[in-house]
């Protein structure tokens, strides 16, 4: 059983492309989390959030609680955005989605 | 400030040997994780722990053993490796539950294991 579930699993984008990745949970929460993990293997947080929307930069990472189910968004696309990304979400522990890889071309 | 540490990097076994990865941390957290990541699969517990001095089993306990030798370090031994265990391996440190602002959580470099 899947607690997380992403898609796509593979994206490929023109460099400038508006680029939205979803994420569907089936457990009660405390927070979702986005995460990048770099071609190198790195794992970094992007966002932690519990209602509503956050904005860094280019990127934008929505929630609704009721529907559960949260966006990632990626504004003018650029190949170095290119990485996997990964929906988690937390309550006791963590939950993680098997990662949404892309790829985006110059 | 290194944040989470991992060592080593990248490590090859024979399948029976033994070997301990170890994880070490300077940002005062109390809970510790050990995951493996493996293609296709999202992260997967293996064990954490909540403070020093105590460890649970997490989704994927079996052919792991874990110490918390104090609020710094978290170790990950596998007693006697075997090519299912082939995998990358993160640590991962969280802040207090109690306190949400601090419930990222924050991960080492990972460990590349290959059981031969």
């Known amino acids: 059983k899947n607690e997380v579930e992403q898609s796509p699993q593979n994206l490929t984008a023109q460099e400038g492309e508006f680029i939205t990745i979803n994420c569907s949970y089936s457990?009660?929460?405390?927070?979702l989390h986005w995460l990048q993990q770099h071609p190198g293997g790195g794992i970094v947080s992007l966002f932690m959030?519990?209602?509503g929307k956050k904005k860094h930069g280019r990127l934008i990472a929505t929630i609704n609680i009721q529907e559960k189910h949260s966006s990632l968004h990626i504004t003018a696309s650029h190949p170095r955005d290119s990485a996997v990304y990964i929906c988690?979400?937390?309550?006791?522990?963590?939950?993680f989605g098997t990662g949404t890889s892309l790829t985006v071309i110059p | 400030n290194a944040g989470v540490t991992q060592t080593p990097k990248f490590q090859v076994l024979k399948t029976g040997q033994s070997m301990t990865l170890q994880c070490a941390q300077d940002?005062?957290?109390?809970?510790m994780y050990w995951y493996r990541q493996d293609p296709g699969m999202g992260l997967r517990l293996i064990y954490y722990?909540?403070?020093?001095?105590?460890?649970d089993k997490g989704e994927v306990p079996n052919g792991y053993n874990v110490s918390r030798l104090n609020k710094r370090e978290f170790s990950l031994r596998l007693e006697s490796a075997a090519p299912s265990q082939t995998s990358v391996y993160f640590c991962?440190?969280?802040?207090?539950?109690?306190?949400?602002?601090?419930?990222?959580?924050?991960f080492g470099p990972g460990t590349r294991l290959l059981v031969l």
């Open positions: 991962a440190i969280r802040g207090d539950y109690e306190v949400r602002i601090l419930e990222t959580q924050y």
């Open positions: 457990v009660g929460i405390s927070a």
């Open positions: 959030l519990s209602s």
């Open positions: 988690a979400v937390s309550f006791n522990q963590f939950y």
């Open positions: 940002m005062n957290h109390n809970s």
């Open positions: 722990s909540a403070s020093e001095g105590t460890t």
